[in-house]
């Protein structure tokens, strides 16, 4: 689906401009939820190459800026002249008005939060199967107070007689308000009705789709040649190993590093789904003495995670070396990797995308192989770069990869590393993992595991003294951090019933040697955090 591709080879295509907006992520899964593809770019992209992506619609996303501000993000106002009908968004249909000639001015009454829109003419492409008066989310101080030549307004809010306006010839649409959230309960229905009403745009993003589009895709880079893949046994490696798998067989080799900080069975499990079920080139390297030996002595939870990630690139190179290396008795030479593959996601290649002041461009800074260095001349394979979360666990479901790992819960790359506060030993990784072990097993019998983001212990450097038979005890304490959250930004503790918590608790104290206390984390996110290190 790259935008060199012709347009018969790719789905519908909403581009969708990207002005600085929290919330333009949201409308991106909005428009993929009515299964159309959905894209976004740098606000100030040349027309021309928007062109080149051969859009169904253009949605100009909200922004934090004004349209008269020195600064101001603008679109290349050609964009205007390509014949695909555009969507303004408050900051968007602000930018459009202000471009075709109309004006927008400072509000003396600002809108923000709930309110409603009076639909003036119901016959309005937007508005089909909707009420004439529909509960908005505002977040404005800006308003237009003159409309462009050929434009009338088909909405209004007791703030503004131009809450939703129409230029019906050129199919230019602008709403004041955000239909992307929550809080505008039928957004998503008048979301649709410009995808498909506007745009013609048809239901043809689906995964099936993408798997067969993607696995063509990879074919056409990758050709003859070979590809390395570090495999973690999380979601997205996991997945973007089974999908190039499908896509080039025995070209693909992935690299699985124990580090000596994963949980319970992990590496087994990874070595039966990926080497034993699915059959691929799978490289195991026991790497877990080298890491504790650098992890000797280390508190600091930031140093932790330097020497952790430095650590992975040295055993990873040296991998990729002994695979490639010739056989030294004559026989046949080894392949040599052209390619790295990654799980990055879209969410991560947004960021890279985001105009300056945008805080989702700070969000991210950890996840997948991204800190292998400069030096290493792979060229990149990320399968997964067009989705979603949710989109990639529908695609490991599709290939076929156990729930076990689809559905897995988020582990921060250093592992249990950043769960032992204090210093990392082997004793204190046996306790942390055979408490955490408990944590799962307990939260899947109870089926609450795939109903929370995540669900773990955490190993605290603090003793207490207790009573285990008659005897007087001075153990460790184990924590446990159990939150609710859509993707990690903002998270809530859960509140789990009294009777699991006993029985986490009880089993804990019982079952795993060195601990005598468990506590309950009821911090949420903001202010805390959800790992504690």
Same mark, same amino acid.
């Given at each position: 689906?790259?935008?060199?591709?012709?347009?018969?080879?790719?789905?519908?295509?909403?581009?969708?401009?990207?002005?600085?907006?929290?919330?333009?992520?949201?409308?991106?899964?909005?428009?993929?939820?009515?299964?159309?593809?959905?894209?976004?770019?740098?606000?100030?992209?040349?027309?021309?190459?928007?062109?080149?992506?051969?859009?169904?619609?253009?949605?100009?996303?909200?922004?934090?800026?004004?349209?008269?501000?020195?600064?101001?993000?603008?679109? /290349?106002?050609?964009?205007?002249?390509?014949?695909?009908?555009?969507?303004?968004?408050?900051?968007?249909?602000?930018?459009?008005?202000?471009?075709?000639?109309?004006?927008?001015?400072?509000?003396?009454?600002?809108?923000?939060?709930?309110?409603?829109?009076?639909?003036?003419?119901?016959?309005?492409?937007?508005?089909?199967?909707?009420?004439?008066?529909?509960?908005?989310?505002?977040?404005?101080?800006?308003?237009?107070?003159?409309?462009?030549?050929?434009?009338?307004?088909?909405?209004?809010?007791?703030?503004?007689?131009?809450?939703?306006?129409?230029?019906?010839?050129?199919?230019?649409?602008?709403?004041?308000?955000?239909?992307?959230?929550?809080?505008?309960?039928?957004?998503?229905?008048?979301?649709?009705?410009?995808?498909?009403?506007?745009?013609?745009?048809?239901? /043809?993003?689906?995964?099936?789709?993408?798997?067969?589009?993607?696995?063509?895709?990879?074919?056409?880079?990758?050709?003859?040649?070979?590809?390395?893949?570090?495999?973690?046994?999380?979601?997205?490696?996991?997945?973007?190993?089974?999908?190039?798998?499908?896509?080039?067989?025995?070209?693909?080799?992935?690299?699985?590093?124990?580090?000596?900080?994963?949980?319970?069975?992990?590496?087994?499990?990874?070595?039966?789904?990926?080497?034993?079920?699915?059959?691929?080139?799978?490289?195991?390297?026991?790497?877990?003495?080298?890491?504790?030996?650098?992890?000797?002595?280390?508190?600091?939870?930031?140093?932790?995670?330097?020497?952790?990630?430095?650590?992975?690139?040295?055993?990873?190179? /040296?991998?990729?070396?002994?695979?490639?290396?010739?056989?030294?008795?004559?026989?046949?030479?080894?392949?040599?990797?052209?390619?790295?593959?990654?799980?990055?996601?879209?969410?991560?290649?947004?960021?890279?995308?985001?105009?300056?002041?945008?805080?989702?461009?700070?969000?991210?800074?950890?996840?997948?192989?991204?800190?292998?260095?400069?030096?290493?001349?792979?060229?990149?394979?990320?399968?997964?770069?067009?989705?979603?979360? /949710?989109?990639?666990?529908?695609?490991?479901?599709?290939?076929?990869?156990?729930?076990?790992?689809?559905?897995?819960?988020?582990?921060?790359?250093?592992?249990?590393?950043?769960?032992?506060?204090?210093?990392?030993?082997?004793?204190?990784?046996?306790?942390?993992?055979?408490?955490?072990?408990?944590?799962?097993?307990?939260?899947?019998?109870?089926?609450?595991?795939?109903?929370?983001?995540?669900?773990?212990?955490?190993?605290?450097?603090?003793?207490?003294?207790?009573?285990?038979?008659?005897?007087?005890?001075?153990?460790?304490?184990?924590?446990?951090?159990?939150?609710?959250?859509?993707?990690?930004?903002?998270?809530?503790?859960?509140?789990?019933?009294?009777?699991?918590?006993?029985?986490?608790?009880?089993?804990?104290?019982?079952?795993?040697?060195?601990?005598?206390?468990?506590?309950?984390?009821?911090?949420?996110?903001?202010?805390?955090?959800?790992?504690?290190?």
């Amino acid at each position: 689906m790259a935008a060199t591709n012709s347009p018969s080879q790719t789905p519908s295509r909403i581009v969708i401009l990207d002005f600085g907006s929290q919330f333009t992520q949201v409308i991106a899964r909005r428009v993929r939820e009515c299964q159309v593809y959905s894209e976004i770019v740098r606000f100030d992209l040349p027309a021309e190459e928007i062109a080149a992506l051969h859009p169904a619609g253009i949605i100009l996303s909200g922004g934090p800026a004004s349209v008269y501000a020195k600064d101001a993000p603008h679109p /290349d106002p050609a964009i205007f002249n390509l014949g695909a009908p555009v969507l303004g968004i408050c900051y968007g249909m602000q930018l459009m008005a202000h471009h075709l000639g109309g004006k927008v001015e400072y509000s003396a009454r600002r809108e923000y939060g709930s309110g409603q829109l009076n639909v003036t003419d119901a016959a309005c492409p937007l508005f089909h199967g909707l009420p004439v008066v529909l509960d908005i989310w505002n977040s404005h101080a800006d308003k237009v107070t003159k409309l462009p030549r050929g434009f009338r307004s088909v909405g209004k809010t007791e703030n503004s007689p131009h809450g939703a306006i129409e230029q019906s010839k050129k199919k230019f649409y602008g709403l004041q308000f955000h239909p992307e959230v929550a809080h505008t309960p039928r957004g998503k229905e008048l979301l649709a009705n410009f995808v498909y009403r506007i745009c013609g745009s048809k239901m /043809d993003w689906t995964m099936g789709s993408f798997i067969d589009q993607t696995c063509d895709q990879v074919r056409r880079q990758v050709g003859e040649d070979h590809v390395v893949l570090g495999l973690s046994g999380g979601v997205d490696s996991s997945v973007a190993a089974a999908l190039l798998h499908k896509a080039i067989g025995n070209q693909l080799t992935c690299v699985f590093v124990n580090n000596g900080l994963l949980r319970a069975n992990e590496a087994e499990v990874v070595r039966r789904v990926f080497g034993d079920n699915f059959h691929m080139k799978l490289k195991y390297v026991d790497a877990s003495a080298r890491f504790l030996k650098k992890l000797k002595g280390v508190t600091d939870p930031e140093r932790k995670r330097k020497l952790i990630g430095g650590e992975f690139v040295g055993v990873f190179e /040296d991998a990729v070396a002994s695979i490639t290396r010739g056989n030294p008795k004559g026989g046949a030479k080894k392949p040599k990797f052209r390619f790295l593959a990654q799980g990055t996601l879209y969410p991560d290649v947004i960021e890279s995308v985001a105009i300056g002041g945008n805080p989702a461009a700070l969000i991210k800074s950890h996840h997948n192989v991204g800190g292998l260095p400069k030096n290493m001349k792979f060229s990149l394979v990320e399968p997964l770069r067009q989705l979603f979360k /949710d989109e990639v666990r529908e695609v490991g479901a599709q290939l076929g990869l156990p729930k076990e790992i689809v559905q897995r819960q988020p582990f921060p790359g250093p592992g249990l590393a950043v769960r032992i506060l204090g210093e990392i030993t082997r004793e204190r990784l046996r306790i942390l993992r055979e408490a955490d072990a408990i944590v799962v097993s307990e939260m899947k019998a109870s089926d609450w595991y795939y109903r929370v983001w995540q669900s773990f212990a955490v190993l605290l450097p603090i003793r207490s003294v207790g009573v285990m038979g008659d005897e007087r005890t001075y153990e460790n304490t184990v924590a446990l951090r159990i939150v609710e959250s859509q993707d990690g930004m903002t998270a809530d503790w859960v509140r789990l019933p009294y009777e699991l918590l006993a029985k986490i608790s009880t089993r804990i104290m019982n079952e795993v040697k060195g601990v005598n206390r468990v506590c309950y984390d009821v911090s949420s996110k903001p202010p805390a955090t959800i790992e504690w290190e």
